[in-house]
């Protein structure tokens, strides 16, 4: 009998204002052995993070190939994370797609999940000003005996939480898993798993919900009503926020558009990316891992009077079909090889589900004061309006790691 193993990819993200990632703590002085395993943990993570963001890429051009007049967003972390940490139960030609079509097959296998256990305490981050919760959770048949070694991986490399789970009794265990899922993304995400097939056995969770503050808030009273263009000829009205600052700006000639980056009040920023009209597609194609290095040599501080519009989206993403148009398709086939997780048991991953949800709006987390002025040279501001399609990146700078990346066709979500 084959057994399915299910994957429930989700994330919910409250863009509203800025957020801020600390230092991972230094190890003890008298610890060499331990600061030389950070530096190498470290690079490891960087490496990740450029492959990362390189997939990352690759699967907005293919969401975007089925879908080219839909908003589109994701987490590429949360993504990459899952499938990482199902590939320490892979082998041969499985685990060989994995690391190729996540970019990993550069790596040792011990040094990807070294990066990710880096990353994700890095990532991690809670105060009054973000909340950025990640993690990872594997609901378990009480009748499956897994592989000691697949846990003790996945517990230290990846902070993977086990839930005994009866799956005999599958409407009692989607409520379970649903309740689960909601309660750890504080209700953002409330019916990730609308089913469960039958012979299930195991059932990977993998959540990242993020909130934080702008550096610089914008003011409610300055946003208005304005024109998006949705295509070109047809516009919907969006509540356009307004603010003037000092901000990065830059123009690529060779990808025609315009960057702009409004950071958090930490090591996070997004990153909004606007082509010349006519431009999408061009710019969809010629995104590349090292994309951020190149807009960095670019970047300019300029005072900008900047016009983005609020936004409150969502989408949810059956991976199956699109990660085996990838060629990463042995995992859900009845010949896939998952014995690293259970030996004696034929497993395959029945669903992949990703549910994004992403909110932006002038001000932070409730009832905190709106941050401090900021001073400006005495110049004339640019006037740089977000009034159609555009990309958007959310991302660790020292990293630099992507966290969550959208399209974004029509902000009014119609």
């Known amino acids: 009998m084959n057994l399915v193993l299910g994957l429930g990819l989700l994330l919910a993200g409250i863009l509203t204002a800025q957020g801020l990632l600390q230092p991972s703590q230094s190890p003890n002085s008298h610890a060499t052995t331990g600061q030389d395993r950070e530096l190498k943990e470290r690079r490891n993570a960087r ?87 990640l993690g990872n959770t594997l609901f378990i048949d009480q009748r499956l005996q897994l ?25 009692a265990s989607q409520r379970e898993i649903n309740d689960y899922v909601s309660q750890k993304t504080h209700g ?38 304005e024109d998006f263009l949705v295509d070109g000829s047809k516009s919907v009205k969006v509540p356009m926020m307004f603010r003037g600052g000092l901000y990065d700006v830059a123009y690529d000639d060779k990808l025609s558009c315009t960057i702009l980056e409004m950071p958090y009040r930490g090591n996070i920023t997004a990153t909004f990316v ?42 949810t993403y059956n991976l199956k079909k699109t990660l085996t148009q990838l060629g990463i398709g042995k995992i859900f086939e009845e010949n896939g090889d998952l014995t690293r997780i259970s030996p004696h048991r034929s497993l395959r991953v029945g669903e992949a589900v990703h549910k994004a ?3 932006m709006d002038e001000k932070g987390t409730e009832g905190v004061a709106g941050s401090g002025a900021q001073t400006l040279p005495m110049e004339t501001p640019e006037d740089l309006k977000i009034n159609r399609s555009f990309v958007m990146m959310l991302y660790e700078k020292v990293t630099p790691s992507i966290i969550f990346l959208a399209k974004i066709i029509d902000p009014s979500g119609k």
């Open 357 to 359: 949800e992403l909110k």
């Open 47 to 133: 490496k990740l993070a450029r492959h990362n963001m390189q997939f990352g890429f690759k699967l907005l051009k293919k969401l975007s190939a089925r879908s080219p007049r839909q908003n589109i967003f994701f987490s590429p972390m949360s993504i990459s994370t899952a499938f990482s940490m199902l590939s320490l139960g892979a082998q041969d030609s499985t685990l060989a797609e994995i690391k190729q079509g996540f970019n990993f097959k550069e790596m040792s296998d011990k040094d990807q999940h070294q990066g990710f256990h880096y990353l994700l305490h890095r990532l991690k981050q809670e105060s009054q000003d973000i909340r950025l919760d």
């Open 147 to 171: 592989q000691q070694k697949f846990l003790r991986a996945a517990k230290s490399m990846y902070d993977a939480e086990t839930v005994p789970t009866n799956f005999q009794n599958l409407d």
């Open 188 to 225: 953002r995400i409330r019916n990730l798993i609308r089913n469960i097939d039958p012979g299930t056995v195991m059932l990977l969770t993998n959540y990242i919900f993020f909130r934080a503050r702008w550096q610089y808030e914008f003011d409610p009273k300055e946003t208005k009503e």
């Open 274 to 315: 606007l082509p010349d009209e006519g431009k999408l597609k061009h710019l969809e194609n010629g995104l590349q891992a090292d994309i951020f290095g190149k807009w960095k040599k670019l970047l300019s501080k300029r005072v900008v009077d900047v016009s983005v519009p609020k936004l409150h989206i969502s989408g």
